[in-house]
């Protein structure tokens, strides 16, 4: 299909991941097909190759992230998606392209768990996503996209946090926002300029001087100069650190809706922030002061706002699609200031893997906290 | 001042080169005169001054045929 820029399409979430990354200049794709993001990799596999680009299906998502792991150690933007079980066999491979400081892109499109759960979507995935849920207790930018377009858009700023900061960075979305269909502008955005990546691997010919490089799963064990020459294991671990620091100090987003003046706050990201967005408006016209704090980066975690809004008194009301993760976070965030509800995955219209958060139950718990 | 060196073990050194296409202070070549008991081209250690004992070199042999020796300084008296 022939595209240009500023076209607009009507796609589905998962293909918006993908036109983001060919908008990001994405040279190769390594994935696994698993429901609820099939319609990626299938758009990996139609629109890649005819494009003079790299896909493979790799024999499993272990096999997707050591595939990206080899991508990325050439420089190349490279990127993965997955999601429910898939999410857990890439663990391993996550922390090793931390310890190895490469740049990739993982797309997780969340689904219901755990274990193989349910193939429908959810919320599920967050503590893992944004804890680092590999071994040795990395960190890594998550960012959540709440719309198709967002979805497009987020992949692009993905691969140029991945490369400032050389590390992976997830673009999570959910079974939801994955299956949607919306109207999609095609643009490339553009964020600033990068270092050279003089550290890929990408044959002694091809290194101005003429050092071949090696990345290595071990950095801080391993001597791997030229680029950083690190000596040993706290070298690797003060790099790491000062790189933490400064994501958490530039990287936090988060978006405002109605904050204010409102008593009530809720917290929510993805589809669930647009299913409480409705019910803010059916709220404010019967006059009820509630307003929303919707992260854009779950982690790092906009903490500072919620601080700031729990001292004035605000209440907090978390709407996510689980048994309560995000809580977590906005707990930490109120510090005990003034009280966190919750509006879980129980709270589903239909009590089936189908069911959803809709604004009624947002709805019911509104009034609860607030009459 | 060299900061360590490196041992060369000649019966397991193939001459594939690795040591001197990862060396970042060029320290290592192929020797063109000497080769080892097996005939390939000989690897050596020919500028011991700019060595930082990263240990790349030892890393990357597949043949562990370089071990790396880092300088300590050791105060007396």
Wanted: hydrophobic share 35%; net charge negative; proline share 6%.
């Amino acid at each position: 299909m022939g595209v240009t820029m500023g076209e607009r399409l009507f796609v589905i979430g998962n293909e918006a991941l993908g036109w983001g990354a060919l908008n990001a200049g994405c040279e190769a794709y390594i994935g696994y097909p698993i429901t609820p993001q099939n319609e990626t990799t299938e758009w990996f596999a139609q629109e890649f190759p005819r494009r003079g680009r790299v896909f493979v299906q790799s024999q499993s998502e272990v096999g997707s992230i050591n595939i990206l792991f080899g991508a990325a150690a050439t420089g190349a933007r490279a990127m993965t998606s997955t999601s429910g079980p898939g999410w857990g066999l890439m663990q391993e491979g996550m922390s090793h392209l931390v310890n190895g400081e490469l740049p990739a892109v993982i797309s997780l499109v969340q689904r219901g768990g755990p274990g193989a759960g349910t193939t429908r979507h959810g919320q599920m995935d967050y503590l893992s996503a944004t804890r680092g849920g590999g071994q040795g207790g990395y960190k890594n930018i998550v960012l959540t996209p709440a719309s198709v377009q967002e979805s497009h858009d987020f992949v692009q700023l993905a691969f140029y946090l991945a490369d400032k900061y050389r590390n992976p960075v997830i673009v999570m979305t959910d079974g939801l926002l994955g299956q949607m269909a919306e109207p999609l502008e095609l643009r490339t955005l553009d964020f600033g300029s990068l270092p050279q990546k003089d550290w890929a691997v990408r044959g002694r010919a091809n290194q101005p001087d003429g050092i071949r490089r090696a990345v290595s799963a071990m950095q801080g064990l391993m001597p791997t100069p030229p680029h950083p020459p690190y000596t040993g294991f706290l070298d690797l671990l003060k790099v790491l650190d000062e790189k933490y620091r400064k994501m958490e100090e530039s990287e936090v987003r988060y978006e405002t809706y109605l904050i204010e003046d409102a008593e009530l706050i809720i917290v929510a990201y993805g589809y669930t922030a647009r299913v409480a967005k409705e019910a803010i408006k059916w709220v404010r016209r019967e006059g009820f002061k509630v307003g929303m704090i919707r992260p854009l980066s779950v982690w790092p975690f906009p903490y500072q706002i919620i601080r700031e809004k729990a001292s004035y008194g605000c209440r907090f009301l978390v709407v996510e699609d689980s048994l309560g993760q995000l809580v977590e976070d906005v707990r930490i965030g109120v510090q005990g200031r003034t009280d966190v509800h919750l509006v879980g995955a129980l709270a589903r219209h239909d009590p089936s893997d189908g069911g959803m958060v809709l604004p009624d139950s947002v709805l019911d718990e509104i009034y609860r906290l607030m009459k | 001042m060299a900061k360590g060196e490196i041992a060369i073990d000649e019966i397991y050194c193939r001459g594939c080169g690795y040591c001197r296409d990862f060396c970042p202070k060029k320290c290592i070549t192929l020797s063109e005169n000497n080769f080892t008991p097996q005939g390939y081209r000989l690897s050596c250690f020919v500028n011991p001054e700019a060595c930082t004992a990263c240990g790349i070199c030892s890393f990357m042999c597949p043949h562990h045929a370089i071990e790396v020796y880092k300088y300590v300084e050791v105060k007396t008296g």
